[in-house]
């Protein structure tokens, strides 16, 4: 029976007591993401791996929609010396991408602080200063999601789409609260 080359590099990570690297990569991620196997006897074995670094933790984001509304995909290159079980690790690529509703939804609807938000609304509609109300009540949020959409792991969140993702925020906040 022939096996394939993914088959080869996953029989050597599984039988021959390898140490994975230690940032996060195990035989299951292999086993269902991995791509771009190559293995040659006796001297190396490499594979690709594609991760998704996101914004919101696991229990956050938008209820009963599994994707993150932010987050980076990295392309990571793992290569295996074998003669010395050495790993040498490149990462490729790293991209980000966001979906504005799925953020909007996370951050200002019911998946986020949607009530807290909704006073802050309120507040600013019923204000004899709107605008200054407005700075007042949402100030620490702005400031918050500034902090939120800098960085992730180590990641600088580009600049124009964290750019876009406050204007997004604060453009919705001044729509619900009736300032623009």
């Given at each position: 029976m022939d096996r394939t080359t993914k088959d080869r590099v996953l029989t050597v990570l599984d039988e021959c007591d390898i140490d994975l690297p230690e940032d996060g990569l195990t035989l299951e991620k292999i086993r269902e993401r991995a791509f771009r196997?190559?293995?040659?006897?006796?001297?190396?074995?490499?594979?690709?791996?594609?991760?998704?670094p996101t914004v919101y933790l696991s229990d956050m984001g938008v209820p009963g929609v599994d994707a993150s509304p932010a987050r980076f995909h990295v392309v990571t290159e793992y290569q295996l010396d074998l003669n010395d079980e050495t790993w040498h690790i490149e990462e490729l690529s790293s991209t980000f991408e966001y979906e504005p509703w799925l953020v909007l939804e996370a951050e200002l609807g019911a998946g986020g602080p949607h009530e807290m938000i909704q006073r802050g609304i309120e507040d600013?509609?019923?204000a004899d200063d709107p605008e200054d109300t407005f700075e007042d009540v949402f100030g620490s949020w702005i400031d918050h999601w500034e902090e939120k959409f800098d960085e992730l792991d180590g990641r600088n969140v580009p600049e124009e789409d964290k750019e876009a993702i406050l204007d997004l925020l604060v453009g919705e906040l001044k729509e619900r609260a009736k300032l623009d």
């Open positions: 196997f190559q293995f040659e006897a006796d001297d190396m074995l490499s594979l690709q791996i594609e991760r998704h600013v509609r019923a």
